[in-house]
Antibody
Framework: DVQLLQSGAEVKKPGESLKISCKDSGYNFTNYWIGWVRQTPGKGLEYMGI????????RYSPSFQGQVTISADKSISTAYLQWSSLKASDTAMYYC???????????????WGQGALVTVTS | DIVMTQSPLSLPVTPGEPASISCRSS???????????LDWYLQKPGQSPQLLIY???IRASGVPDRFSGSGSGTDFTLKISRVEAEDVGVYYC????????FGPGTRVEIK
């Protein structure tokens, strides 16, 4: 079975850096895009960006461009989301999800990680 | 940017009765391929979102046939033919034509 296992909850201070991870199992990691989605009570689900681990092609939502960095290490089937300087407004649940793409099959997130709660507080 | 809206935002339901959720997009989601790039997800309490429907009307693997999606262009509907207690949660539509945008969600709860 396909599983995406995310790293655990984090509590950080404003200005600190953070890198959270999403490790796949059960499928060929390099053949699918992996996306990151933020969830907050105020703004709901927000698409942040995607990466293709096969060649590290990365696309960002304009809302998150320059705010986060998405990366992947295909040798260990793991994708990452990182911040260089956290803000209180980064407090949220973050999900990774596998993206299926294709003009006749659609574009959809078929498997999701369990989520990682990031809390930024002084 | 494509904006997604849903109605209602809250839907009390009776088990065994049908339920319907509407989703509208600010631009047509009908691609030149003839497909509508509209997905539906359900987030059950305490869980991650799960895929229900893609391309507007195709049920994902393992999704019960009481769930159906319909619509085209800017207007879409998710229907549950007979609600079960396990169907409670928040339902989101998501457009996949221009990157991805989620609707605000519809909270389904048992009366």
């Amino acid at each position: 079975d396909v599983q995406l296992l995310q790293s655990g909850a984090e509590v950080k201070k404003p200005g600190e850096s953070l890198k959270i991870s999403c490790k796949d199992s059960g499928y060929n990691f390099t053949n699918y895009w992996i996306g990151w989605v933020r969830q907050t009570p105020g703004k709901g689900l927000e698409y942040m960006g995607i990466i293709y681990p096969g060649d590290s092609d990365t696309r960002y939502s304009p809302s998150f461009q320059g705010q986060v960095t998405i990366s992947a290490d295909k040798s260990i089937s793991t994708a990452y989301l990182q911040w260089s300087s956290l803000k209180a407004s980064d407090t949220a649940m973050y999900y990774c999800a596998r993206l299926v793409v294709g003009p006749t099959v659609g574009y959809y997130f078929d498997f999701w990680g369990q989520g990682a709660l990031v809390t930024v507080t002084s | 940017d494509i904006v997604m809206t849903q109605s209602p935002l809250s839907l009390p339901v009776t088990p065994g009765e049908p339920a319907s959720i509407s989703c509208r997009s600010s631009q047509s989601l009908l691609d030149k391929s003839g497909y509508n790039f509209l997905d539906w997800y359900l987030q059950k309490p305490g869980q991650s979102p799960q895929l229900l429907i893609y391309l507007g009307s195709i049920r994902a693997s393992g999704v019960p046939d009481r769930f159906s999606g319909s619509g085209s262009g800017t207007d879409f509907t998710l229907k549950i033919s007979r609600v079960e207690a396990e169907d409670v949660g928040v339902y989101y539509c998501m457009q996949a034509l221009q990157t991805f945008t989620f609707g605000p969600g519809t909270r389904v709860e048992i009366k």
